[in-house]
């Protein structure tokens, strides 16, 4: 538990947008794999297991909360440095949590394991469960959609 809860609950948050129900999900995620344990083959790393389970956990959850979201006022954080940027790049990070949440959950699962968490297609493919090419798929409309919200 120790070694993965990072990763866990980044995913948990990204694919759910808010914090507590992000600690939610992912409690929820290491009490199923401790259930599953037995379940655990050994055809995938742990880690590509555990980051399935945690998914699927977070799109159930998801599923569960269908509420509309407005995107419609973000921009890109300006260069610079100092307190002002900062307050500037954190405002757009957070624009950007919304947006990923009005993608579609195969597309933004997609994105937050690829983009975000620096997965290859190969191990994306494996935790959500298709093939590899189906992954960059998924990733590159996630991608186009962000790049329309955003835009």
Not at 72 to 79: F, Q
Request: net charge neutral; glycine share 6%; hydrophobic share 40%.
């Amino acid at each position: 538990m120790v070694r993965h809860q990072t990763l866990v609950f980044r995913v948990c948050f990204r694919i759910l947008g808010d914090r507590e129900d992000a600690k939610d999900a992912a409690q929820e995620a290491f009490i199923r794999a401790y259930k599953k344990m037995d379940g655990f083959e050994g055809r995938s790393s742990f880690k590509t297991w555990m980051t399935r389970l945690t998914v699927n956990v977070s799109l159930n959850e998801r599923g569960k909360r269908k509420e509309n979201l407005d995107i419609e006022d973000w921009a890109p954080p300006e260069l610079g440095d100092g307190p002002e940027a900062e307050a500037v790049k954190a405002e757009a990070l957070a624009k950007l949590h919304k947006a990923l949440q009005a993608l579609q959950p195969n597309h933004r699962a997609a994105v937050v394991l690829h983009d975000l968490e620096g997965m290859n297609f190969r191990e994306v493919g494996e935790s959500l469960d298709v093939p590899e090419q189906t992954a960059k798929s998924w990733a590159y409309r996630g991608r186009q959609r962000l790049k329309d919200l955003l835009t």
